[in-house]
């Protein structure tokens, strides 16, 4: 992904680091999306746009744990390879609320995890489907990045997002997504970058497996 890309998206990210949650957050996928850009060679600028602030003072949850541990509302983790190893959707049932992490977004279209998944693609498939199964009992969620949706928007971005990653796997055209192009909300119009080099990272994993 280009530089420019990500430094905006590093910049959109900020907000998190005031998050009454972020005490909540899985330590793993936490842990891995702020060293990510420096494992990776980032330039300088990136490394410095990135908010590190929170690194090492996340308690990590012991694997397969189902639920936060606290005295708050009883909250259900959703845990997918989707995005990245080890993330996980936050869902409060009894307020019905997803808190869906880097997914779900009206205005970034699904990242990957090119890097690290044997199956990006089925990987997230799979994980839409795991907020399909949660879907009836959400009123709603809440995406990392844009704005929040009732439960009719939850099934539309669900429905979109599907297309979009569909479309990736078979190289196909992405038409119609008003993350993309023209439609693209101001100041997300770098989401465009992000799509090109995802489609230009699956071309070239297809070639190899397909020489």
Do not use: C
């Not at 890309?5 to 793993?28: N, Q, V």
């Not at 891995?32 to 308690?59: C, H, K, S, Y």
């Not at 949660?134 to 009719?152: K, Y």
């Not at 669900?158 to 992405?174: G, K, P, T």
């Amino acid at each position: 992904m280009g530089s420019r890309a990500l430094a905006r998206r590093a910049r959109r990210s900020a907000p998190l680091r005031h998050s009454p949650l972020r005490g909540l957050y899985r330590g793993g996928a936490v842990g891995r999306g702020l060293e990510g850009p420096r494992r990776r060679g980032a330039t300088p600028e990136i490394a410095e746009e990135v908010p590190l602030d929170l690194f090492g003072l996340i308690t990590g949850l012991p694997a397969d744990t189902a639920r936060i541990p606290w005295d708050g509302p009883e909250v259900r983790i959703i845990e997918h390879r989707a995005h990245a190893v080890g993330h996980a959707a936050l869902f409060i049932e009894e307020r019905g609320v997803l808190v869906a992490g880097d997914m779900l977004s009206d205005v970034l279209v699904p990242m990957l995890d090119l890097d690290g998944a044997a199956d990006p693609i089925e990987d997230y498939l799979a994980a839409l489907r795991l907020f399909e199964a949660v879907a009836d009992g959400v009123e709603v969620v809440i995406p990392g990045h844009g704005s929040t949706g009732g439960a009719d928007e939850l099934r539309a971005r669900i429905d979109q997002d599907r297309a979009y990653v569909q479309a990736l796997r078979d190289n196909q055209q992405v038409v119609s997504d008003p993350r993309l192009g023209p439609s693209a909300k101001p100041g997300w119009e770098w989401v465009g970058d992000v799509h090109d080099w995802q489609a230009q990272r699956l071309a070239g994993r297809s070639l190899e497996s397909h020489p």
